[in-house]
């Protein structure tokens, strides 16, 4: 029996300025710290209550590491 591990990096702001994309990029960049699987670059899944920042949704739309998350599909999983 195989498992599917997925690794994510995520950002959740609970502030009312929206989220941006840049800082989650950053983090993805910084060196795995020790025992950490190196393998597929990790996913981008900011959560947000005051929506999104800069275009984020349209950059989702053209990513595929990209998954947005609001308050709406948070509670609804829509």
Do not use: C, N, Q, W
């Not at 994309?21 to 020790?34: A, I, V």
């Amino acid at each position: 029996m195989s498992t599917a591990t997925e690794t994510a990096i995520g950002e959740a702001k609970g502030t009312l300025t929206p989220v941006g994309l840049p800082r989650l990029e950053h983090l993805r960049g910084l060196p795995p710290g020790p025992g950490a699987r190196v393998g597929a670059l990790p996913g981008l899944p900011p959560f947000a209550r005051s929506g999104f920042a800069g275009g984020l949704r349209r950059e989702a739309d053209r990513r595929g590491d990209v998954e947005p998350v609001d308050l709406h599909r948070m509670y609804r999983g829509e």
